[in-house]
């Protein structure tokens, strides 16, 4: 079956430092891919998405390139803030009907 | 606009217990999907409905069951609870066949603790 992994948090970072969060995937035929974001108090929000090999999504300075040689989509950002502060979930859609598998997060927490 | 709204936000049952969780879509939407989400862990999938159908279903058990309104509004229904249903429970919206796979819009989720 479909499955997503990804790095284990926390993750801490002072305010400006470049952020990697690695994210792997398992999936039958050709999914799309999903950072979706939780911040204190709020629901998960679709962050970025990507829906084929070599594309880039993009979003608020976060992007994430679709791998399929190595099924990766890390998220990046070149200077975070104290306001990136949120956890952080890598997901996938293999059927293409909104069903949804995501990874366990990742919790970042920006320092200034 | 009204994003997606979920009720009740917070609720304790004991073991044994049934429960049921409403939401409502966000407004031209008209599939609605329910996840769990147990302490630091990532949303699991239940099931989801269109057109007042399940259409598909994840890995829990009959206790968990559905329906949803010609008003495309939810219900999450859940008998017989365990300790290990305490999670806080999603709903998610999105709209069938505009190609935009994944594109869920989620409420901020009930939260559901069995004593």
């Known amino acids: 079956g479909d499955s997503v992994t990804q790095m284990e948090g926390p993750v801490t970072l002072s305010e400006e430092a470049f952020l990697t969060i690695n994210c792997t995937y398992t999936a039958t035929g050709y999914p799309s891919l999903f950072w979706y974001v939780q911040y204190p108090g709020e629901g998960l929000q679709l962050l970025l998405k990507?829906?084929?090999?070599?594309d880039k999504g993009s979003n608020k300075g976060f992007e994430a390139t679709y791998r399929k040689e190595t099924t990766s989509f890390h998220l990046e950002k070149g200077s975070v803030q104290v306001s990136d502060s949120a956890v952080y979930f890598c997901?996938?859609?293999?059927?293409?009907?909104?069903?949804?598998?995501f990874g366990t997060g990742t919790k970042l927490q920006v320092i200034p | 606009d009204a994003g997606v709204t979920q009720s009740p936000t917070h609720l304790i049952k004991t073991r044994g217990q049934q429960v049921t969780l409403r939401c409502s879509p966000k407004s031209g939407h008209d599939t609605v999907s329910w996840y769990q989400q147990a302490l630091g862990q990532g949303p699991q999938f239940i099931f989801q409905?269109?057109?007042?159908?399940?259409?598909q279903r994840g890995n829990f058990p009959d206790r968990f069951s559905g329906h949803q309104f010609p008003n495309y509004s939810s219900e999450l229904n859940v008998n017989a609870l365990l300790l290990g249903d305490s999670a806080l429970y999603l709903c998610a919206s999105s709209l069938t066949g505009t190609g935009a796979p994944g594109e869920l819009f989620f409420g901020e989720g009930s939260r559901l603790t069995v004593l």
């Open positions: 990507a829906t084929k090999a070599d």
């Open positions: 997901a996938l859609d293999s059927g293409g009907y909104q069903k949804v598998t």
């Open positions: 409905y269109y057109e007042e159908e399940e259409r």
